[in-house]
């Protein structure tokens, strides 16, 4: 009964490769988000998309690109990868409304060498 | 952007004593919520806090939802091993996005059997 399910758990790549990370959630949220925590464990929104519709793109790089194919699903694809997108990506689901907290997936350790 | 001072940055204590952490930010907020994030994993929900001068207990937890909307404290009382991990507040800015959960950057409390 997984909330919100994010695959892969780690993922291990070289610079310069294309990689994508899934998640799904299964609570009826409207909401999804991408959420980007570094070594220090600071969280950081990347992404927020209401209804598959984005809302929010916290100054990303545009070789980050989220897609939302139904309500139900964000992934996030990312191109040429560079040392520094090491971290861990956190996808989170809310309802729709101020007052929602969100709920987590477990985390995609990304490290790129 | 909007940043929480959450502190203490760490802890370190006992088995049965009692832990107290807090937030501030420099504008007002409409929603506080507590996390706790243990190794591996993303982080949980604790409590959520949604009216000025809110005190609201999960268990041994407690929070508050500050009269002045710009902070807000969680405390955990009789504290024991399961209890460690790293604990984040997180806010929606008053006038904000309502799809924008800024955290704080989290008190790493360690407690010693």
Redesign the interface.
Known sequence: DTA?SQTPKYLVTQMGNDKSIKCEQNLGHD?M?WYKQDS??????MF?Y?NKEL??N?TVPNRFSPKSPDKAHLNLHINSLELGDSAVY?C?SSRQ???S???????TRLTVT | ?QQLNQSPQSMFIQEGEDVSMNCTSSSIF??W?W?K?DP??????LI?L?KAGELTSNGRLTAQFGITRKDSFLNISASIPSDVG?Y?C?G?ESGG???????G??T?LTVNP
Do not use: C, D, M
């Not at chain 2, 591996?40 to 929900?45: A, H, M, T, W």
């Not at chain 2, 996005?97 to 955290?103: I, V």
């Open positions: 919100v909401t988000y220090k464990k600071f969280l950081k929104i927020s209401n809302i929010i916290e956190f989170a409304g101020s007052n907290p969100l709920h987590f997936g477990n985390g | 952007g409409n929603t919520l996390y994030q591996g994993e993303g982080p949980v929900l959520a949604y790293i984040f997180a929606r996005s309502n799809y924008k959960l800024t955290f950057k989290g790493l």
